[in-house]
């Protein structure tokens, strides 16, 4: 696929460590790491894979894999330590580094602003269930364009705000770790407006592209009729995509949106993008929901399929037609994808076969979609390397470069060889 991009992403509390250096304040996820019982091993994000000190090391391991682009994301708790106010320019100024260290070596930075480390002291005040939050994620961005964006031409604002939403504020399995259940859907329309108001501030502040990346997966029904998997598919999919690229949230969740909707709102939602990011890992099997609760629907397991280390089903195909049904659902709504995480966990040695398969049939899936019309331009690995995977703790390896937490040593698995080669054969079509 000539001109497709080849990328690898990573996020900041995943990987940088160095949570006390240069002024950076506490994040959401520094204090539910801490807290006893979240996390497995009780793993925190405290070193990770010390990026913060190693980050020219892993320059160089992107620049051998022969990668086109670098997805990373900001700390905003670096940049804004409090939330709000005071701007810290050592944060800045560590990004300032490591965009010039890539472009140094040919790739470009494509950051992501809000990889859900938002600061503590903004989740103190209500965090996203809290409309100002959007606010302050807008003047943020603001921030980082004004430092960067002479040199980053493509950012992204969210990732994935429907884990955010769901594992933080509805089943608190994630960091800030509130139960709420529907309780959280105002943590949407939050997020989605702090989305928008970013693409308005990035682009006024010259910045060439914006993306969202979403977390999409296809919807399988375990029942006959589709009416279980409809609503589980408006709550993953829809709720994220619809506003952003049609500017109206699905019907059925109007009742629980619009005591936060003001008048304008959908409008800077639907604020054009220059791409849709996907993150897919598998689809979802959902049926009738047998215990009579508030959600009409209940996740069932996918069974036939060969599973990951974290137990995930592997199912390449769901990739095609997961981009295949945006392009039917969107039309010419849609713009053009890039495939923003993609990855598996597996066992930890060097000689990860099974990754190389995973990534090869997931390419295929992508070349599948592009050959049935789908403008898909690129595809990110998750991940460069092994990291702190949230509630997983050190437990699940996603990496192309195996990390030993207790030397930080790195060293190229055989999907890095893999993958590199899979770079240079694009660069050379
Ligand atoms: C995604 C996250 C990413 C990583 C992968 C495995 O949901 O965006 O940070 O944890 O899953």
Not at 14 to 23: L, M, N, R, S
Not at 89 to 104: I, Q, T
Not at 229 to 238: E, K, L, P, Q, T
Request: with cysteine; net charge negative; glycine share 12%.
């Amino acid at each position: 696929m000539a001109g497709f991009l080849y990328g690898a992403s990573t996020a900041s509390y995943q990987i940088e460590g160095a949570v006390h250096e240069d002024g950076r304040g506490p994040s959401i996820w520094d204090t539910f790491a801490h807290t006893p019982g979240r996390v497995r091993n009780g793993d925190t994000g405290d070193v990770a894979c010390d990026h913060y000190h190693r980050w020219a090391e892993d320059v160089a391991l992107l620049a051998g894999l022969g990668v086109g682009a670098y997805r990373f994301s900001i700390a905003w708790p670096r940049v804004v330590p409090a939330g709000s106010g005071a701007v810290n320019d050592k944060g800045l100024g560590f990004y300032d580094r490591l965009v010039d260290g890539l472009l140094e070596r040919g790739i470009e930075p494509v950051p992501t602003l809000f990889h859900w480390d938002l600061p503590q002291a903004l989740e103190d005040e209500g965090g996203w269930l809290d409309r100002e939050t959007a606010y302050r994620f807008a003047e943020y961005a603001g921030h980082v364009a004004g430092r960067l964006g002479d040199r980053v031409h493509r950012f992204i604002t969210l990732n994935e705000p429907v884990v955010h939403m769901a594992q933080g504020y509805a089943w608190g399995t994630h960091a800030p770790g509130r139960t709420l259940g529907l309780g959280a859907l105002p943590v949407a329309h939050h997020q989605l407006l702090g989305h928008g108001l970013a693409v308005q501030a990035l682009k006024a502040a010259g910045a060439r592209e914006v993306w969202l990346t979403n977390n999409c997966t296809p919807v399988w029904s375990a029942d006959e009729d589709r009416a279980a998997a409809a609503v589980y598919d408006g709550f993953h999919n829809r709720l994220f995509n619809d506003p952003v690229l049609l500017g109206s949230y699905p019907e059925f969740l109007l009742p629980g949106l619009e005591p936060h909707l003001r008048d304008g709102d959908l409008d800077i939602i639907r604020t054009p993008i220059d791409a849709l990011g996907v993150n897919y890992y598998n689809p979802t099997l959902v049926g009738t929901a047998s215990d009579g609760g508030d959600l009409p629907f209940e996740i069932r397991p996918v069974e036939g399929y060969p599973t990951t280390a974290f137990g995930w089903p592997v199912v390449p195909d769901g990739l095609t037609e997961l981009l295949t049904g945006l392009q039917e659902t969107y039309g010419d709504a849609l713009p053009p994808i890039y495939i923003t995480e993609n990855g598996c966990s597996a066992e930890e040695g060097v000689a990860d076969t099974f990754r190389v398969d995973y990534l090869q049939a997931h390419l295929g899936a992508v070349r599948a979609a592009a050959e049935a019309g789908v403008d898909v331009r690129g595809y990110f690995v998750w991940s460069l390397l092994d990291n702190f995977e949230w509630a997983e703790g050190y437990a699940q390896r996603f990496g192309l470069v195996h990390v030993d937490f207790d030397t930080q040593e790195r060293t190229p698995r055989d999907s890095y060889r893999w993958f590199r080669d899979q770079c240079a054969k694009t660069s050379s079509s």
